[in-house]
Structure formats: C-alpha cells, structure tokens
C-alpha cells in the first residue's frame, strides 16, 4: 500500500503529550514504581520518534534513492539532528563527570559517540546515574539508519508493518539463541516503535484509523497493555512480558498519537484540550533537558542527604530513611529538574534550534 503524505502541520498537543510522557519516566524512576509506568512513556516518545522523523525524511526526500541531490539533503538532515540533540546531551555527560560515576568514567568513548546501550549490553547492568541514555543512543542510531531503510521499504504500510514484525522477531530470535538480557537495549529491538511511528505518518488521515482515534479505544488499548503486564507477571512469565510489552505498547501509543492528533491543528481550541494547558505547552518544550538531567538529579541528591545525616548523628538512619523516600525525592527534586531544564533550554536549545532552523534542505534538483 503507497500513500500520498500529507504536509506536516504544527501540532501544539504534542508538546502536551512530550511533558506527560516524560514525567511519566521520570516519575517511573524515582519513585521507584513497581508497575512499569516509565515504559508508557519511553514508547510513546519512540512511536511519536518514528512519526516526526519519517515525516521529515518523506517530505524533504533526505531518503536514499529519492529524486534529486538527496545526499545533500541527507547530510542537512543529520545536522540538524545534530544540532537539536548532541549538544544538550554533551552538557550533561560534562554535569555527570563531576560526580564519580565509575560507568562513565570508566567508558567515556562509549557515551560521547553515543553507543552507550551497546555497552550496557556488553556490561548486563545499568551505569549509575546514565543508565537512561542508552534511549539517546538508540535515538542517534536510529537517526543514522532511518533513512536508508525508509528508501528501501518506501511508503507502504505492508513493508513497514514487516519491518515492526521483524523487531518482535529479532527480541525472540535473540533471547532463544544469545540471550534475553538486555535485548531491549538493541537498535533492532525497537523498530516496531519506530515503523509503527511510520505507519501512523501515512495513515493518521484515513478513515480506519480516524475511527479508533477515539479515547475509548485508547483507554483500551492502555489497559490491554496493563493486563498484559499483569497476566505475565502473576503466571510468572517475565520473559514473555520482555518479548512483547513494547510491540503491544506500540500499538497503544500509536491510538494515543492518532487521537491526539484526530482534528485539524486550526482547529484547536485551548478551551477545550487539556494538552494545550500553559503549563503543559512549557514542559513539553523543555521535556528534553528534563529527560537529560533526571537519573543525574537523585545522584547529587543522595550524595547530600548522606552527608548531611551521617549514620553517627542523632536520628541519622529515620532521617536518610525520610529525605530519600520516593515522596521526599520528587518533592524535592521537582523543582531542580525543572529549573534544569529551563536553563537547558533557554543556553543551548533554543538558541540551537534558531541555528538549525537556518539550515535548509536543498530543492535543486
């Protein structure tokens, strides 16, 4: 099946969606949840990954093949990734060189490539306080490959439902023969989020998908994942759940996306969508620094309470105990986040982002 893409307009809710997604993550980890809540969002931020990006490589022809001096425009494209992404990261690997993490001190070349989920897979454990970037990682890999794998599978939605297939069967294939440890780490293991971002690209407007665009068919599709979880984990059957958690996320999150975005951008009223709130709207925009420094934030934090409430002290232990508790930690770690953020944004992205913006794709042909 080919489709006529249609133009990419402005979509304010999914800034919306960039700050509950996040702190769905961030809130994930330091609250230290025992039901997955963080992976709602790391889905929902790689189908809607998927969708932006291939909306890009389509409409600017940045993929191999396309009509024109698309090696051009590719390399416009990657530095424009450029610009947006590495720069940020940089600042917070430089922010966590201060604090003696041994895994980034140890891998350094890892980290500033950015290959940091294949060492996370080469080392089976997380690194303390950058456990999160192998998501960046993934991010830039996926970045660098996209548009190669889009000029061979083109705009149908049969070979990018083949390409989510073969994530799904790469995670089995993997786990069966290597090991299931860490697989999710690996670039393959995430293109169903990815193609899944893709097909909603081409089918967003089509009849079909506009009618399960629709919050009861979201809410579903969310509690179907959430009993999935459940299923999986009251039968003992965590390695099932590892399989297939994020091909059934996927497919909530590209409901989700598909509802949000349902009506025209013109046509949004701030009246009447909760994803428009002000508040919303500015988390949204700085949802990438706070995603950077959140798992560097409770680093800092436990070194301070445990120097000041030595074990020694009176009531030291209670008082470790209180300040290190899930709700003392978000209470407190809330604001910093997003202060951090906003400095994040207002010094090196939005000044980036008005660099990148003058960077434009090439249209000779």
Not at 96 to 105: D, S
């Amino acid at each position: 099946m080919s489709a006529n893409i249609p133009p990419i307009a402005y979509r304010p809710t999914l800034n919306g969606v960039r700050a509950i997604a996040v702190w769905l993550v961030v809130f994930g980890h330091w609250a230290r949840l025992p039901f997955p809540v963080g992976e709602m969002g790391r889905i929902t931020f790689f189908v809607l990954s998927g969708y932006l990006i291939s909306g890009i490589i389509w409409k600017q022809r940045v993929h191999s093949g396309a009509s024109g001096p698309w090696w051009s425009r590719l390399r416009t494209f990657y530095q424009r990734r450029i610009l947006r992404t590495l720069p940020p990261y940089y600042a917070a690997l430089a922010l966590g060189a201060l604090l003696p993490l041994a895994t980034l001190h140890e891998y350094p070349g890892w980290f500033i490539l950015p290959f940091s989920n294949v060492l996370f897979y080469r080392l089976q454990h997380w690194g303390e306080g950058v456990g999160h970037y192998w998501t960046m990682a993934v991010d830039e890999q996926f970045y660098l490959i996209w548009p190669f794998l889009l000029g061979l599978v083109g705009q149908r939605v049969s070979t990018l439902l083949a390409v989510a297939l073969a994530g799904l069967l790469f995670r089995v294939a993997w786990s069966a023969w290597i090991t299931s440890n860490f697989v999710l780490v690996l670039l393959p293991s995430c293109l169903d989020m990815f193609a899944l971002g893709a097909i909603l690209r081409i089918t967003e407007h089509h009849g079909r998908v506009q009618q399960l665009a629709r919050g009861q068919w979201v809410l579903l599709a969310w509690l179907g994942w959430v009993g999935l979880w459940g299923i999986t984990h009251l039968t003992d059957a965590h390695a099932l759940w590892l399989l297939t958690y994020t091909s059934a996320g996927s497919g909530a999150a590209f409901l989700t996306l598909a509802w949000v975005m349902r009506q025209p951008a013109a046509d949004y009223d701030p009246g009447n969508s909760f994803l428009l709130n002000p508040f919303l709207q500015w988390v949204g925009l700085r949802s990438y620094g706070c995603y950077l420094y959140h798992l560097l934030l409770p680093v800092f934090y436990q070194r301070a309470v445990f120097r000041l409430f030595p074990l020694n002290s009176p009531h030291g232990a209670d008082l470790r105990a209180f300040w290190l508790s899930p709700l003392a930690t978000v209470a407190v770690l809330t604001p910093l986040l997003i202060a951090l953020a906003a400095l994040s944004w207002n010094l090196l992205e939005s000044p980036l982002n008005r660099w990148k913006d003058r960077l434009s794709y090439t249209t000779s042909e």
